[in-house]
């Protein structure tokens, strides 16, 4: 398939779209990673076993995959505007319903429909993105920037989630004002003027040309290094404050805040990732921050709880600029009349380690009694990753044709 580029308009409201963008990251990490302090909740109000509860995780990210890999092309024929207008509707409209439910499948359901409803319209902010980059090495820093935004959301949803407990309140509000601020989202999107987007050359660009970027070797090996960073990561905000729990050591403290933590250094990270990129080999920058992960989890697991309530809200630090970078480069990889496309098959992956990862350490962790065990798993995935991360940074697989690429922006 042969793909027309064309040169973007460019706007003279960027700051506004990307202001735009960073907000609908921010919104919706409000929810998805507030699941490491619903669960506990959710396992004491409906007597579940860990893998039980992990539904609240799983059936989000079950349909954010759906959605990356069979809705991802919305972007590339609907535009930019309209599929990101659509996804933020139901996404809304969905969060609202939570006020009204009292029931764990009823939940459940509402979590698979706000996953399909993320699905949409991340895949056309991951798009947008591209449209108001200037080269693979600005789509790199600005979707550090965006993600450092996801990186605040994910810090305030816990807090909510936590305020609202301690009030005696239910968590699911914290759905209710996701849902009301991704309404005053819709109305900024419906009054933005967007960039003039690439299109395709072929009308037909549909779900079957988008289901053939998947062979694409490009595709798949950041599809594989994004699987293996997720199943890290979910190790930590969804079962962290389970291994904590319990703990009465010096630093009771810092386990009562481990989550948020986690989350205020992931996202400092994210916004010094932009500064780092600037400076550093992309490959260098990944090779040494996925070595200091792996070093927190060994940590962890020889320590016990007396090392993990340090190292693993440690590690937030050197996973910042991890799933933005592998991301960023994964889609600038291909034309931006691809993007949305491209962006929805390494979000399919993403999201399907998110369901797989958590699930089988909590599984594990059932299976032996101990939350320890989930993060033997995690450190097995943290070691895989590394020695992928070397192998990346000395043969630069994807260098040549990024470069090449550059000529689009």
Request: glycine share 10%; proline share 3%.
């Amino acid at each position: 398939m042969t793909i027309a580029t064309q040169s973007l308009a460019r706007p003279a409201n960027i700051a506004l779209i990307t202001g735009l963008t960073y907000l609908m990251f921010m919104m919706f990490a409000m929810t998805t990673d507030a699941v490491g302090v619903i669960i506990p909740e959710v396992i004491r109000e409906y007597g579940l076993s860990m893998t039980q509860a992990g539904a609240f995780h799983y059936a989000t990210m079950a349909g954010i995959a759906i959605a990356g890999l069979g809705l991802g092309f919305l972007a590339d024929t609907m535009g930019r505007k309209w599929t990101i207008i659509l996804g933020l509707s139901l996404f809304a409209t969905n969060s609202f319903l939570f006020a009204v439910g009292d029931d764990f499948l009823v939940f459940a359901l509402l979590l698979f429909i706000s996953g399909l409803a993320i699905g949409v319209f991340k895949t056309g902010a991951l798009a947008l993105i591209g449209d108001i980059s200037t080269s693979t090495e600005s789509h790199t820093r600005v979707m550090n920037m965006v993600e450092g935004f996801f990186g605040v959301g994910a810090i305030i949803g816990p807090l909510i989630v936590t305020q609202l407990l301690i009030t005696g309140a239910s968590w699911k509000w914290l759905y209710v004002i996701a849902g009301a601020l991704c309404t005053a989202l819709i109305m900024t999107a419906f009054v933005v003027r967007y960039p003039q987007r690439q299109t395709s050359a072929e009308k037909g660009f549909s779900l079957k040309a988008s289901l053939a970027l998947i062979r694409d070797p490009h595709a798949l090996g950041f599809s594989a290094l994004a699987m293996l960073y997720v199943g890290v990561e979910t190790a930590i905000y969804v079962w962290m404050p389970t291994l904590l729990r319990g703990y009465d050591g010096p630093a009771v403290w810092l386990a009562v805040y481990a989550l948020a933590i986690f989350f205020v250094l992931r996202a400092g990270g994210r916004f010094m990732g932009a500064w780092m990129l600037a400076h550093l080999n992309w490959t260098l920058v990944l090779l040494l921050c996925s070595g200091a992960i792996l070093l927190c989890f060994v940590s962890a697991l020889v320590g016990g709880q007396g090392a993990a309530v340090y190292s693993l809200p440690l590690s937030g630090l050197f996973m910042s600029v991890m799933y933005p970078t592998i991301n960023s480069k994964g889609i600038s990889g291909f034309k931006k009349a691809q993007h949305g496309a491209a962006g929805g098959i390494i979000l399919f992956f993403t999201c399907l380690s998110a369901v797989i990862a958590p699930l089988a350490m909590g599984a594990v962790s059932d299976a032996f009694g101990e939350a320890r065990y989930g993060f033997i798993l995690a450190t097995g995935l943290a070691l895989v990753l590394f020695a992928a991360l070397v192998f990346n940074h000395l043969r630069n697989p994807a260098g040549r044709r990024l470069r090449s690429l550059n000529a689009e922006y």
